[in-house]
């Protein structure tokens, strides 16, 4: 088996926290075979000679929609699935050369897609899918119009993957089963309104206790997990009593919904930038008044609601939740976050915390033996210096994914 020996760099481990030098790294295959303070015997290895640049582990985005290509969702219903496809494959490959080498989407990516990356047809970050989001009728997952009434046909265009509508147990457990049928790794429902969705309050409470109860029992019958749409605490709560993992946003938490969530060992994933971006470009690419104005409601919330899960104990992980073309704006979490976490805070979110919510430690988010090979050498301290991670991968001088290079400007 081919490997590369990794030489002459500074070492970020999240865990530990701080750059260590005087280490060398040896990748056979796709994976990581050692790590040492001391030279590696590596007769056969290449060597890839660092010039001291900072060796991390390659990036994890826990929120992300690479299906929806269009900031004003409703759009989708007029891009068939030919166009969905290749726009998906632009938006992926733009979160590779990031530094994201793998991402967890919250609705709409399916197996094919996950597929087309696995087998190399396309360059793209892991892909960890939820299939559909999943909720009631009226809900943040109901893209009708008011006009429309029975269900429409969404076949040949993009709404076909990321939304579907179930209401009592027996159909909320017919659309979890369908999902891992098709290969869902998490499944997502809808606990509250959204900000995309134009009917629904953002402060309603969607799907029951027992229809929330049923999807938890039928993910975890079969060895999966819930993930939950919600902003409000009494969302959040009912989420959290009915045996949801991870609560997505999460915006207008307060002590007491936080506290259950350290009680139950939840993750609560926080996408500020999605917000900004929101604010200052939805309106040029289409997105309506009234979600605008939704937006206001939660957009002072959003960093808040890392002070006060960081109290509680509530681990955060990286998320984006950007659509479309806000998507370049990917990275700016790491700028947003820092106005109240450390720069080692963010970057466990966006490595370790990730990891925890895929299911992958020590697989993912660290460079320790038996990791993946997904590493990233940059230009400098990201310590020290966020913007490491802007400019659309500009500082990354290299870029590894499964012990191959995705990027390398070192020669
Ligand atoms: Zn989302």
């Given amino acids: 088996m081919s490997q590369l020996l990794f030489r002459n760099f500074a070492l970020l481990e999240p865990e530990v926290g701080e750059l260590q030098n005087g280490f060398e790294l040896l990748v056979e295959g796709d994976t990581v075979r050692e790590v040492s303070d001391k030279s590696i015997k590596a007769t056969n290895a290449d060597v890839v000679d660092c010039g001291g640049r900072t060796l991390m582990p390659g990036l994890i985005d826990s929120h992300v929609h690479v299906m929806l290509s269009e900031v004003n969702i409703r759009f989708l219903e007029s891009v068939p699935l030919t166009l969905m ?14 530094g994201f080498t793998s991402v967890r989407d919250t609705g709409g990516a399916d197996w094919g897609m996950k597929t087309g990356i696995e087998q190399g047809d396309i360059p793209g ?7 559909a989001a999943i909720g009631p009728t009226g809900g943040h997952s109901d893209p009708r119009r008011r006009t429309d009434f029975g269900m429409r046909c969404h076949c040949c265009d993009a709404m076909r993957f990321g939304m579907r509508q179930s209401d ?11 999902q891992m049928r098709q290969g869902a790794d998490h499944i997502k429902l809808m606990m509250s309104g959204g900000v995309a969705s134009p009917y629904d309050p953002l402060d309603s409470l969607q799907f029951s206790p027992a229809e929330v109860a049923a999807a938890v029992e039928e993910a975890r019958a079969f060895g999966r997990y819930v993930c939950a749409h919600a902003y409000t605490p009494e969302a959040i709560t009912r989420a959290a009593q009915g045996g949801v993992r991870t609560i997505e946003h999460g915006n207008l938490i307060d002590d007491t919904a936080a506290g259950l969530m350290a009680e139950k060992d939840m993750f609560l994933i926080a996408n500020l930038v999605t917000y900004y971006a929101m604010r200052e470009r939805a309106a040029e690419f289409g997105m309506s008044g009234d979600m605008l104005a939704k ?3 939660v957009i002072d919330g959003a960093l808040r609601s890392l002070e006060i899960c960081k109290r509680a104990g509530v681990p ?26 450390s720069p080692i805070e963010i970057i466990r979110a966006a490595t370790t915390i990730g990891a925890r919510i895929l299911r992958q430690e020590g697989k993912l988010g660290t460079l320790e033996p038996g990791a993946y090979a997904d590493l990233l050498l940059i230009d400098g301290d990201p310590l020290k210096n966020l913007g490491l991670f802007q400019e659309q991968g ?6 590894m994914k499964g012990g191959k290079f995705h990027k390398n400007w070192l020669n």
């Fill in 85 to 98: 496809t290749a726009r998906a494959a632009r938006l992926m490959l733009a979160m590779l050369n990031r």
């Fill in 125 to 131: 970050p892991r892909l960890f899918i939820a299939g």
């Fill in 168 to 178: 009592g147990v027996p159909e909320v457990i017919k659309s979890v089963r369908e």
């Fill in 295 to 297: 937006n206001d409601l």
């Fill in 316 to 341: 955060v992980a990286y998320g984006t939740d950007l659509l479309g073309a806000l998507q370049v704006e990917q990275s700016r979490e790491f700028i947003l976050r820092s106005e109240v976490q």
């Fill in 394 to 399: 500009k500082h990354l001088a290299a870029i």
